[in-house]
């Protein structure tokens, strides 16, 4: 792989800002600092109502965790939060995951926000965790605020703001498999008024799988501007320039697993990597009338392409020697070229009134939404394949126990060229009463106004392509809490949710959205030292795509799931200088009626699984620290526990359960400088991650060590 001039270029300013920001931040330009000013922006879709008080489950991932457990993608943090499952993640190129059993739409990357904008939409890669203060898990269903989303949950990532005290840091880190990174972080301010943080990560990252190598720079500069005492205006921007080979993973063969090794690539070297580009910009303004009630207006704007080629082992089972002779598996060729373009308004006014002795907790507002999508996909699909027949070069096949690579087809065939225009606007409000200092009642909703014209490339031009389609919604949300006493409280919610289908039917058709209704109870508890919530929760699921058995190859919206289970998590600081995160989940994700498999029209029955969720998971992170010298240290490890999935869709095809433990070490010899080490998947474990199919199966990472220096000023 190479470097491009772009890539260098950015990195070059990225190194060179990061450099020399002690010294542009160090004095203000007016004059010295007398004291430190704290700005606090608040998030919107949130109010002000604390999480005790709020009926849902909340999960929260600090930042500082993160960082104290080496974690640099959204992926592995999301592996701390209860009820959150791998999902095929697109050949390595996105992140994916199920929240309480649900995943949404497998043609997209999951739904994610980020600062309350959805950051999930288009295809920006996998996501970094450089920039991250917290990830907020918003469990439940969150399309009364939020709007278009899955009932599981919604994930928001709260990026590291500007602040008017000087301070950063910079960190490398050595793994295994030839891994390198440098971060560098910094803020403080300009002038009085204006607070800048420039922030930003390197990442030259080998594999244990064969051939495959990839590189990474991101960076997200920010901007906060005190305009008074009571108004502030923040911007962000986010530049990601990656290289990612596309992989598909390994195959199972016979249905059997381990019989590859898992280093194995079985695409193709000569395909290159996937490029990602990102270009993305928030701005919001706060202003604050005073201490109760607050104005917010934002906007952003994000640009994401995506392309190369790919070598995927072929699904179809009349085009696949492996089903039958066991050794050679066909490949797919592609190419894909993909864009996205999105824009996003919002407004919002929250704060609290006293209305007949009772204290009102209320949120109003509203958002637009432009979002648009231009796909071009071009392959070479090899052809039927009889039993005993030989294997030549148009079968595009390779050998999966001594593969020999070279074969490159051209991808000719137009397999996907298509043009999306999304629109949506949408209004909500939510007024959480104060009933009695224990007793408190939530109600809200929001109204969507969504349409989509999709232009099939493909089609001829006819009446229906162009295809025109408006839908309106409305999302209610109810819930209780009530404060047994200052540490505990139990509360239960309700609400409908939609989202949207992508594609297309017979004649063009769109598909009607898939609709959701969720329930929630639960408990919390906070002392200060010990925070911990336990919730029971069960979601239906309408409208989910399945294949038209009257239109080959076509789609309809007719499938339903369900999802039922308990989640627990707790985080504490126990006597001894001890420190303890965990959380358990129980998952029941199924078919709630039969029908056809979208994919191949493979038939599923009522009470099936859904692919890839597991119904245990379990996470245990045990920390002790102590003082050694004039210095502190800290030593822990953990487990994490994942069941048996479904790894194929409409087949009887499980991955296996695994259980990885893990151990972490640092070293801080003083306040500024901290040596850290940790060892991922000690006992080498043999496992896989994630699965679409039994020739597209993700193998797990064996043990790494990573070594890590930081220094804090």
């Given amino acids: 792989m190479y470097v491009t001039y772009r890539f260098r270029l950015a990195l070059a300013a990225t190194a060179a800002s990061v450099a020399i920001a002690p010294l542009a931040l160090a004095q203000p330009a007016d004059g010295p600092m007398e004291e430190i000013i704290v700005v ?4 919107a879709y949130r109010g002000d109502v604390a999480i005790k008080d709020t009926p849902q489950a909340i999960q929260v991932l ?32 996105w992140d994916s995951f199920a ?10 990357p999951s739904g994610f926000l980020v600062n309350g904008f959805n950051g999930g939409r288009g295809y920006g890669g996998p996501r970094d965790a450089s920039n991250v203060e917290r990830i907020e898990v918003l469990k439940g269903p969150n399309s009364a605020l939020f709007g278009r989303g899955e009932p599981g949950g919604t994930v928001n990532i709260i990026t590291k703001k500007p602040e008017f005290d000087t301070k950063g840091s910079v960190g490398a880190a050595v793994g295994s498999y030839n891994t390198y990174r440098v971060e560098g972080d910094i803020t403080g301010p300009l002038t009085e008024s204006i607070a800048v943080r420039l922030n930003a990560a390197y990442e030259d990252a ?14 997200s500069p920010s901007i906060l501007m005190r305009i008074n005492d009571d108004s502030s205006l923040s911007y962000e921007m986010e530049y990601v320039d990656q290289e990612v080979p596309f992989d598909r993973g390994i195959v199972a063969v016979n249905g059997k697993l381990g019989a590859v090794d898992r280093s194995t690539f079985l695409g193709e070297p000569g395909d290159g990597p996937t490029k990602v580009d990102v270009l993305g910009h928030q701005l919001q303004f706060q202003h604050d009338f005073n201490d109760d009630w607050t104005v917010l207006l934002g906007g952003s704007q994000k640009k994401t392409s995506f392309e190369g080629f790919s070598s995927d082992a072929e699904l179809a089972s009349g085009r696949q020697p492996l089903f039958t002779n066991g050794q050679f598996v066909s490949r797919q060729r592609r190419y894909r070229d993909y864009d996205t373009d999105h824009t996003v308004l919002r407004g919002e006014i929250s704060g609290a009134a006293e209305v007949a002795g009772m204290k009102h907790n209320i949120i109003i507002g509203a958002d637009w939404d432009s979002f648009t999508i231009d796909l ?26 001594n593969p020999v690579y070279g074969n490159t087809p051209t ?3 137009t397999f996907t060229n298509s043009h999306e225009e999304q629109k949506a606007f949408g ?23 969504f349409k989509r014209d999709f232009n099939n490339r493909l089609l001829s031009n006819s009446v229906n392509n162009p295809a025109l389609r408006t839908y309106k919604e409305f999302s209610p949300q109810a819930g209780m809490v009530y404060n047994v006493n200052d540490q505990i409280s139990l509360y239960g919610g309700y609400g409908d949710g939609f989202r949207p289908n992508s594609g297309s039917g017979v004649g063009n058709s769109l598909f009607e959205p898939e609709k959701s209704k969720s329930y929630e109870v639960g408990a919390k508890y906070e002392d200060g030292t010990v925070t911990s919530t336990v919730s029971l929760f069960t979601m239906t699921k309408t409208n989910v795509l399945t294949a038209d058995p009257v239109n080959v190859g076509f789609s309809m919206a007719v499938g339903k799931a369900r999802s039922k289970g308990i989640e627990f998590d707790v985080n504490a600081k126990l006597p001894g200088a001890m420190r303890l995160f965990a959380t358990y989940a129980y998952t029941d994700a199924e078919v709630a009626q039969d029908f056809l498999d979208p994919n191949f029209s493979l038939p599923i029955k009522e009470g099936d699984p859904l692919i890839n969720v597991p119904k245990h998971t379990a996470n245990l992170l045990l920390f002790k620290d102590f003082q050694v010298g004039d ?21 009887n095809f499980f991955l296996p359960s695994y259980t990885l433990v893990k151990l972490q070490a640092s070293y801080e010899p003083t306040e500024q400088v901290k040596l850290s080490v940790d060892v991922n998947n000690l006992f080498d474990k043999t496992y896989y991650a994630s699965s679409y199919a039994r020739l597209w199966v993700a193998p797990g990472t064996p043990r790494t060590i990573t070594g890590r220096v930081s220094y804090n000023f």
Wanted: charged share 20%; proline share 2%; aromatic share 8%.
């Fill in 206 to 219: 080998g594999s244990f799988r064969d051939t495959i190598d990839s590189k990474k720079l991101v960076a």
């Fill in 411 to 413: 991808p000719t065939a």
């Fill in 376 to 401: 071009l996909q071009r392959r070479f699909r090899p052809p039927a394949y009889t039993a005993g027949a030989a294997i030549t070069a148009n079968n595009n096949a390779i050998n999966i126990f």
């Fill in 40 to 43: 606090g922006q608040r998030q």
């Fill in 62 to 93: 600090d930042g500082e965790l993160l960082q104290d457990l080496g974690i640099t993608k959204l992926e592995g943090a999301l592996e701390l939060a209860s009820g959150i499952a791998k999902q095929n993640n697109f050949g390595g190129l």
């Fill in 99 to 108: 929240v309480r059993g649900f995943a949404g739409d497998e043609n997209f």
């Fill in 631 to 651: 210095g502190t240290a800290s030593v822990g490890g953990g487990i994490n526990h994942v069941s048996k999935r479904l790894g194929e869709t409409g087949v």
């Fill in 427 to 449: 209004v909500y409000f939510q007024d959480q009463i104060d009933l009695t200092e224990q007793l408190k009642l939530r109600f809200g909703g929001r109204y969507d106004h």
